[in-house]
């Protein structure tokens, strides 16, 4: 029985808290426990109780922008000094094997291995390109402290193997996987009820955190002009923001008010039900204006047989192939996006023959059991 401790940035229900969710509900039981510490309370928490995992909430910090000023960086540092150690004493107390940081946000994991002498994984989410100086930094701390790190993506091994402080031994690729007995097709006639959208009507949809990469004023700059041209069509956004991120939201609302097809965009914040959305969809899009490591959203939709529309950057040229089950294009421009998601909405054949080589993709090399299977030998094999 190997006890794992995994340490992670917040207890939402996004990409990354799905991922982590997924695995520890997979692992076999009997050869792993799991212990996770979250820094606040959320629906992750019991989720993760209900799948088994001893779950605690301790206030530890999260590299975030807010530190990143001389007041902020004596914050972090204090909070970070005391709560370590506290997570440390959990560790002893639990004969905790080994330790999975999950995100490159989350630091604690370094004192454990300094204090402990634990393994230490680091599992990276995310494409950090700027501020440089903390991509430098997270990338020096997790060469000198990981005995492995794991990228979810070709694109985030190849980003970070470019740091002078990484080996490239000490990188692995296991990529994620969703689970086709939650995200799978089925009708969505009583969801676009629920909505009050039309049986017949066209809808261009987006799932995403609202924040600074995901690109949801891209996305409206994109089908604005398609909604001017066809009535029947509809954007469907959906998502939330961080904590103290509201404002994000607040402009958000103010940019869709001021559209001039303000009547056919359609805006929700969290909803736990995705699978649902992507039914809903006759074409998904997720315009990532910064490299997106592995868009878990990109594999849900896939998983329910939908086409999908992107920019051409990070982990998504792993996932869909361009004229096959999407259409990638040039990053950060919404003229391009708009005209691949107008010959998806001007041709059904299309979206449908996409839809159908999106969804044996997401089964053939992102399945869940792969995923789950690859964690497992793993850890298995992390001496």
Known sequence: MKRILYLHAGAEMYGADKVLLELIKGLDSKEFEAHVILPNDGVLVEALRQVGAKVSVLDYPI??????????I??????????????????????????HNNTA?????IYLKRKLKLPLIWHVHEIIVKPKAISDFINMLMGRYAD?????????????????????????VIYNGVDNAVYYPMDASSIREKFDIAQDALVIGMIG??????????????????????????????????????WRLDELDKRIASSSVVSQIHRIDYYDK?????????????PSIKPDSLPTVVLEAMACSK??????????????????????VKPNSPQELSNAISLLLDSSEKREKFGRVGYQRQKELFSLESYIKNFS???????
């Open 209 to 246: 955190r609202v924040n600074a990469i995901k690109g949801q004023n891209d996305f409206i700059e994109a089908v604005e002009p398609l909604l001017e041209k066809n009535e029947q069509a509809v954007a469907f956004l959906a998502g939330g923001v961080f904590p103290g991120e509201e």
């Open 148 to 172: 492995k790190i794991v990228t979810v993506s070709q694109a985030v091994a190849n980003h970070i193997k470019q740091s002078p402080f990484i080996k490239d031994s000490q990188v692995e």
């Open 377 to 383: 030998e793993f850890y298995d094999n992390l001496q």
């Open 274 to 286: 995705t699978s649902e959305l992507y039914n809903m969809f006759d074409i998904f899009v997720l």
């Open 105 to 109: 946000a989350v630091l604690e994991g």
């Open 74 to 99: 004596a914050d972090y540092i204090r909070s970070y000094n005391f709560y370590a150690k506290q997570i440390a004493l959990y560790a002893r107390e639990h004969s905790i094997d080994m330790v």
């Open 63 to 72: 590299l975030r922008r807010k530190y990143f000023n001389p007041k902020g």
């Open 307 to 328: 086409p999908v529309v992107g920019y051409n950057n990070g982990g998504i040229a792993e996932m869909v192939v361009d004229d096959k089950s999407g259409c990638l």
